[in-house]
């Protein structure tokens, strides 16, 4: 499980310009929410990403990721994430929400034969006990999950 | 003990006024979204666009026009006066309840007043949910409200694109 999160957190920096973050090297991350389900398609993960070289100010990044689908399967799920309408706000405890940075899709290269998508929303970094959950909207519809500090 | 706490209860609901009979008129409002009980504490959920006056508000000296709001109420169980000086553990409270109102831009609507717990008027008020006042937005902008209560999180979409 660490491995996964270690592995998203760099594959969402790799998704970053430069000009924001310029040594893309992740130095240690803190996972809020770990793979939790939003719906039969879509799980999201919720880390807190410290960089190494530059000192700059650690992230907040909202994963989502879609069922792998493998190579040669019809697809049952035909719409992919790049093609739905999402938007992510992550919820402080004031009633406010911490601002959002970027939004980034990628497709992961087949490997194994699955075909991974993600899509990262990046957000400023506020205290994670100030994190009270996390809303995902897909297509309309709204998901919501706790954060529990810890 | 139980027979007297039911009691107590029938006789706080006999007494609740009706709606119509509040002192003050409540300025017409559109409602976004009613929602059906979202759990045992919060038996509805209301969403409502002022955007002449904001129910709850003074409306401005000369004008009786106030500032416009979004308002966002819960409605919880009720079933004791407050004058029994025993508070029920299923009241809703604004120390315990939060609410989150989205805009489809990914930001949050920001608070116009702080939430209020709200009462029914009478000889002896009763505390019947809370009420949260945000400032006003085109309804089309809105994506949903959220609400926290003792930290379990409910979330329902705002569909108002008319």
């Known amino acids: ?150 | 003990m139980l027979a007297r706490l039911f009691l107590i209860g029938m006789m706080a609901l006999a007494t609740l006024p009706s709606s119509s009979s509040q002192q003050v008129p409540e300025p017409p409002g559109r409602v976004l979204l009613t929602a059906a009980p979202l759990s045992d504490q919060i038996t509805a959920l209301t969403v409502t666009e002022y955007s002449g006056r904001c129910a709850g508000i003074k409306p401005q000296p000369g004008t009786g026009d106030g500032p416009p709001c979004i308002q966002v109420k819960l409605n919880g169980p009720v079933w004791r006066t407050i004058t029994d000086g025993v508070s029920s553990p299923n009241l809703l409270s604004v120390k315990t309840t939060q609410v989150w109102l989205l805009r489809k831009d990914g930001t949050a609507v920001g608070n116009l007043i702080q939430p209020m717990n709200a009462m029914r008027s009478g000889d002896s008020p009763i505390p019947y949910g809370v009420l949260f006042t945000f400032q006003p937005v085109p309804p089309q902008e809105l994506a949903g409200v959220v609400v926290s209560v003792d930290g379990k999180l409910y979330a329902r979409e705002i569909k108002a694109d008319q």
């Open chain 1, 1 to 150: 499980m660490l491995a996964r999160t270690f592995l998203i957190g760099v594959m969402a920096l790799a998704t970053l310009p430069s000009p924001q973050v310029p040594s893309r090297q992740v130095h240690s991350f803190r996972p809020l929410l770990n793979t939790v389900p939003l719906s039969d398609e879509i799980s999201v993960d919720v880390i807190e990403l410290f960089e190494g070289v530059g000192a700059q100010p650690p992230l907040l990044v909202v994963q989502l990721g879609r069922l792998p689908t493998r190579s040669g399967e019809s697809n049952p799920h035909p719409q992919p994430l790049s093609g739905m309408a999402i938007q992510v706000w992550l919820l402080r405890a004031d009633g406010t929400s911490v601002a959002q940075r970027q939004k980034r899709s990628i497709v992961a290269p087949e490997q194994a034969g699955v075909i991974t998508e993600t899509t990262s929303v990046f957000f400023d970094d506020v205290p994670h006990h100030d994190v009270a959950g996390v809303v995902v909207s897909v297509d309309g519809k709204l998901y919501v999950r706790e954060i529990k500090a810890s």
